[in-house]
C-alpha cells in the first residue's frame, strides 16, 4: 500500500482584485517593453540610461505579472519583493528627474512617478503590496 501525498493549494493571487492587478500589470509589460525595445533599437544613443530604465521596468512588470498568475506562496513572496523593490525604483527615478531633469534627456516609465502612465507606475506597486499582504494573511487564517 502506498500513501498518496497531496500537494497543498495553491494560494490564488488572481482572485477579486488580484485579477484587476495582472490585467493592469500585463498592460505595463506590453506599454514599458514596447516602448524601450523601441528607443532602444532606434535611439539608445540619446539616452541609454533612461531606455535602460524602461526596459527594466518591463521586466519587473512581467516578472510580478507572472508571479501573480503563478500563485501560491513562494510566488506571493517574490511578488511582494518585486513590488517593493518596483517602489523603490519608482521613487527614486521620479524624484531624480524632477530634482535632476538634465539627467534624462527622454522620459522613463517613473519618470515624474509615471506622469506620462496616469501615475499608474507609482500607484501600482503600493495597490499590489496592499494586496498581496492582505492575501498572506488570508492564507494564513485558511
Do not use: H
Not at 519608482?90 to 509615471?114: E, I, K, R
Amino acid at each position: 500500500m502506498t500513501a498518496t501525498r497531496e500537494k497543498p493549494a495553491r494560494n490564488r493571487l488572481i482572485s477579486g482584485p488580484g485579477t484587476l492587478l495582472v490585467w493592469l500589470y500585463g498592460v505595463m509589460v506590453v506599454g514599458a517593453v514596447s516602448r524601450s525595445v523601441y528607443q532602444i533599437a532606434t535611439e539608445f544613443d540619446r539616452a541609454p540610461l533612461a531606455y535602460s530604465l524602461s526596459a527594466v521596468a518591463g521586466l519587473v512588470y512581467g516578472f510580478i505579472t507572472y508571479s501573480l498568475v503563478r500563485g501560491g506562496e513562494q510566488a506571493r513572496r517574490a511578488a511582494l519583493v518585486c513590488c517593493a523593490a518596483e517602489l523603490v525604483g519608482v521613487l527614486t527615478v521620479g524624484t531624480w528627474t524632477l530634482v535632476d531633469p538634465s539627467a534624462f534627456p527622454d522620459q522613463t516609465v517613473w519618470s515624474d512617478y509615471g506622469m506620462e502612465y496616469l501615475f499608474i507606475p507609482v500607484i501600482l506597486p503600493v495597490s499590489a503590496l496592499y494586496w498581496l499582504r492582505k492575501a498572506a494573511r488570508q492564507g494564513e487564517a485558511a
